[in-house]
C-alpha cells in the first residue's frame, strides 16, 4: 500500500479544525479502503470484510455525488489529489 504524503500532511492540518467535512470524510473513507483492499489481496475468501467494503465504497460514493452537485470546483479538486476516477454516472 503505497500513501500519498501530501495528500496526508494536507488533511491532518485540516483534521484538528475541520473534521466533519465532506473532504474529510472522503478522504478517510478512501484511507479505510486502501487498507481494506490490501487486507482483501491477502485473504481473498474474507466475505464479512469484502461486505465492510462495499459498504465504505458506497458511502463515499454518496459523499462525492453530494459534493459534486453542491459545489463542482471543490468536487474536481478532492478527486484529483486522492487521485481516485470520477463516477460513470456523471
Do not use: A, C, W
Not at 501530501?6 to 465532506?22: D, P, R, Y
Not at 459534493?67 to 478527486?79: D, M, T
Amino acid at each position: 500500500m503505497v500513501k500519498n504524503p501530501f495528500i496526508s500532511v494536507t488533511f491532518q492540518e485540516k483534521k484538528k479544525e475541520n473534521s466533519g467535512s465532506v473532504e474529510f470524510q472522503v478522504f478517510s473513507f478512501t484511507n479505510k479502503i486502501q487498507k481494506l483492499t490490501s487486507h482483501l489481496k491477502l485473504h481473498r475468501k474474507d466475505y464479512l470484510s469484502q461486505r465492510g467494503l462495499r459498504k465504505i465504497l458506497e458511502k463515499r460514493q454518496q459523499l462525492l455525488s453530494y459534493l459534486s452537485n453542491k459545489n463542482r470546483i471543490r468536487y474536481k479538486e478532492l478527486i484529483s489529489q486522492l487521485n481516485i476516477r470520477e463516477s460513470k454516472n456523471r
